[in-house]
């Protein structure tokens, strides 16, 4: 049998450094993308509307059309996308995630490129193939455009709230209990691993951990980190599914999302599901206690007062999230065995709060 050629999309430009928001123009030009339609995040046009419209109008790229959105109803999306003029060359998102998911899908929807412009550290969301959307009112994982070009201003990376920071620094470390959960996988014959994917994802995380830093907004850190869940997507686009960055945790971060009283940022919830599935597949849970540490993560989860019992239900929930998945959590005795952590471990004691007689 002659195999053939493997052929993935991934971005061709990405850019992580300073000031990078007021030379989009000269991007989109060097491109020749001179026709756009941008959408920025909710109250984004006042923080950064300036200096974006600027610098295109000085290179001489057309806006076709510009709106802040604060919806990922699937509805909406879809609305949007159809009702953009028929000469957009490209489809600009300026800002969280939400408006990244919309920007991506309308360019899936439109065969257009999409042009990913994070203004948080938050998650890999940026750079991924995947959108997450309401449908009927429950989030769903939806396949969408992979970034033409990423541009990531490290000035405004910096100046966002710490949290995001901390959520992108708990989505980065979950490629650690990802990768052996797909390992697992493939172990238990549920599931083939791309080696090339694999290495890429653990090449980034790796790459991340043992950055030094003095302090999280260091350009060097924030550049690593971002450059690092940029890998990420591309390692998800070589396997063809999120299998290199999303395992267990991600399970009890979405469970999380459906079940709490009061969801926290995505990264947060993974940072600390990572951890604990660390300790659950007895696998590098030291690294993530030290970067952890060092970074000030836990000192910033500790100030949440988190309820243990959704995370008890979270990991009871799990398998249900993918129920075509076998990570660990797919098994009773593991989730026991994380039940158990999350009243025992003397970590997680002192971010749910509890006390020697609980």
Known sequence: MVLGKTSIAIPAILKVEKGVLKHIGQVLREAELTKVVILFGNGLIDMFGGDVMNSLKEEGIEVLQYQELDTVELSDITDLAFSMPNKTMAIVGIGGGKVIDAAKYCGFLLTKPFISVPTSSSSDGFSSASASLLINGR?????????????????????????FIYSGIGDMVAKITALYDWQFEEDHDKAHVNDVAAMISKKA?????????????????????????????????????????????????????????????????VGIASYLMALVQDHR??????????TGFWNYVETLNLDVNEFIDAVDYAPNIKPFRYTYLHLEEYREKAKM???????LKRVFKLGSDK
């Open 341 to 347: 952590l999350l009243k025992s471990d003397e970590r």
């Open 285 to 294: 849970y030291k690294r993530i206690d030290t970067i952890f540490t060092d």
């Open 205 to 269: 995380v790796n790459s991340f951990v043992r950055t030094p830093f003095k302090d999280i907004h260091d350009e060097r850190f924030l550049k690593e980190l971002l450059d690092s869940l940029a890998m990420s997507g591309i390692a998800n686009e070589i396997a063809g599914s999120s299998a290199p960055t999303s395992g267990s945790e991600h399970l009890i971060s979405h469970a999380l999302d459906q079940h709490s009283a009061h969801p926290q940022l995505h990264g947060i919830q």
């Open 139 to 163: 989030r769903k994982s939806v396949p969408a455009a992979v970034a033409y070009a990423i541009l990531v201003d490290t000035d405004v990376i910096s100046s966002a709230p710490e949290k």
